[in-house]
């Protein structure tokens, strides 16, 4: 591996497919990001074909399509796999753990299946695998699960790990056609691939609850023996029946300890409407994790995705560059107060919307008069209405659109004059 | 500081009231927890009085008065600062640092307004200042923000951070009473202190989301200089105005980069009924960091209260143990597969409740003979209703209790002997 003592760190990028796409972007254009994202160079990315046309523009001389000699490169500290899939996935990761390199991978897949070999071999060369990115897209869990969480007797996990069959559920839930018609609304917005059988059939959440359930109750999956169960049977006429029930249908991916075994599985699923994955919407991923004396805490956000998925994968990458930074001052937990000075807005300043409740003698013109007042003093207005009365004062509310602060006051002083103004008891702000 | 290879790592905790005991009680029973937590012994306890009655049983001769010499035994490789409050809390956590030590601390009042004293101090030392539980009680929200999100150019962060607030408005807007009514209750609940002044001003949550902005946008913060207004002023009729309106109204606190300066306030807030923190309700906390390429993720969980934040203190306190014991395998971030074997609930063993939906000629009897079937099988129900009719058939829906899936088979298989039985075109699983 490469000295990297005060010279930059060097990422081999496998894959420049959307993630990795996604990747490099964040790579190329460090700036207001964490730091140490500008002490990387993007050194090689490796592709299978170099004439595809491509919108991202990179350094010339990087792109190359000898994979494994990517991955043997001396000069490269650590790889990036986004192929996806299992080959040459996992052998390329294979040996790049065993030239020392760290390794950062989104490959749920690989991580599923032959985690444990990577782990032993990552844990024999004294390098990382990182793969913040395998599960949940942008939403920090793999992390959690192994530092934050590390206290506790974790019990359960329940999620929604899935966009794509999230989304057609969805659809379907809200009346918009039926599965082949939802999957094909999903295929036209590039939320289901053009094979969807990885995500329909329910193998693509499989391999993320076996991936949580590792690291959650410290035991090894048998991939293969993950019950697993898609949507494709579902029928529109089953989710209006559970809706009258008082449920919604998702596909859960759930891990339990039942006494000294594992309840591990994935398949579409009643919910109760009060559980809170039950108003889990679209593309979005949601995951509970349950244990002692935690009890429950619940992690969502976009599941997929270029974005998402990039940001998690590079997190993984600042991490590992932290740790390789570690005699420059940085800490591999990233410890360090490394702050810049920066002005805060004073109140008068700020731009929100405004409620307010005031109370005015009950004859005519009162509303025209508050809303000529707010007008001269630049407050757009987006209601204003005779609520109720209270003791035999008009109770008028007011909410504004987006405003100046300092506007707002100065308005409200001048109504606070008006002689048909009796009291102006609450001012709340409105968020937007 | 001590020499800790191949021999127990010695905690001193500052502090054994509520979160105190919670953080001695993981410490004193670690199994089924991170198995670095074996490898960690509670070397001595400091309290104001070692008269108080106490339910929790220390080792004999942990217990101690002089907190100054605890931060100063040589003995001890880590101080975890529960006390609360300003002092002495910051000056005992310096002289820790200054001894070499590294810190752990659910101190947001001290983290806010000193934070960058101490992460100094700390990085003069080469040690760590880790303060998971400061924020948002168990949830995972200051080691994402250090390290997943690292990538992205966060640009905006949202929380209900404060329990005892969200609890009392949760309260009014139920009908629970006025503001006094619902603090009462909060109190008698243990939900609010005695002096509940920095909840319900909302200092609390100012020191919270300074602690967050800090982090997210890598800026100092002057913590006297964010806006704070509190829910004392909150009358019950607003909250009902309010969601007329369509809001709900929250304890907000916020800070987004506005340009080159940052907007930081907390105070209450109607916020759409359709944003997922409206539907946060009682002691719950939730947040949700916006940035480029992240998009929005929401982190939602308990608070507050004894096990949540001992849970993010003790997991500081793994870290911390996982990068004294580097040489031994352990990798700072945690990285390594320990896993262990598990047998995998064959599904006929699984628990749980099951939909199905029943195709049958539309004659009397049917429903009982279902329910008998059912019965038989050791298989509960829940209910079974006629929901509708399908091409002359009847159609019936049967969801059952938590029953063993082996059963629920086996009942079915001899269902669809029936003559009266046409098909049985779905079965789904319920969540309980």
Known sequence: MADHNNQTIRVGLLGLGTVGAGVAQILLDPKGRHPLLSELTLHRVGVRSLDKPRTLSLPPGVLTTDLAALVHDPAIDLVVEVLGGLEPARSLMLQAIGQGKHVVTANKAVMARHGAE??????????YVLMEGAVGGGIPIIHPLKQALGANRLTRILGIVNGTTNFILTQM?????????????????????????ADVEGEDAADKIAILATLAFGVQVNRQQVYCEGIGGIQAVDLRYAERLGFQVKLLALAQRQGEALD??????????????????????AIVL????????????????AGPTASAVVGDVVNV??????????????????????????????????????????????IGQLGT??????VSLASIVQIGSHEQLAEIVVVT????????????????????????PTVLRVWS
Chains 1, 2 share one sequence.
């Open 321 to 366: 560059a932290a740790t390789l930074r570690a005699d420059s001052g940085y800490h591999p937990l990233l410890g360090s107060g490394l702050t810049t000075p920066m002005p805060q807005l004073p109140t008068d300043a700020v731009q929100t919307r405004f409620y307010t409740r005031i109370l005015t003698q009950d004859q005519p013109g009162v």
């Open 118 to 127: 990577l782990f032993q071999a990552a844990q024999a060369q004294g390098v």
């Open 401 to 424: 659109h987006r405003v100046r602060e300092g506007n707002f006051w100065l308005a409200l002083a001048e109504i606070r004059q008006f002689p048909a103004v009796a009291a102006i």
């Open 264 to 285: 591990i599985r994935v398949h579409p699923t009643l919910i109760s409407q009060d559980h809170p994955l039950a108003s889990v919407q679209g593309v979005q991923n």
């Open 373 to 378: 007042c707010f007008g001269d003093q630049g």
């Open 173 to 197: 839930t809200q009346g918009r056609g039926d599965f082949a018609t939802a999957l094909a609304t999903a295929q036209s917005l590039g939320y289901a691939e053009s094979d969807p059988s």
């Open 290 to 305: 349950g244990g002692e004396p935690l009890g429950e805490v619940m992690l969502q956000g976009p599941g997929a995705g």
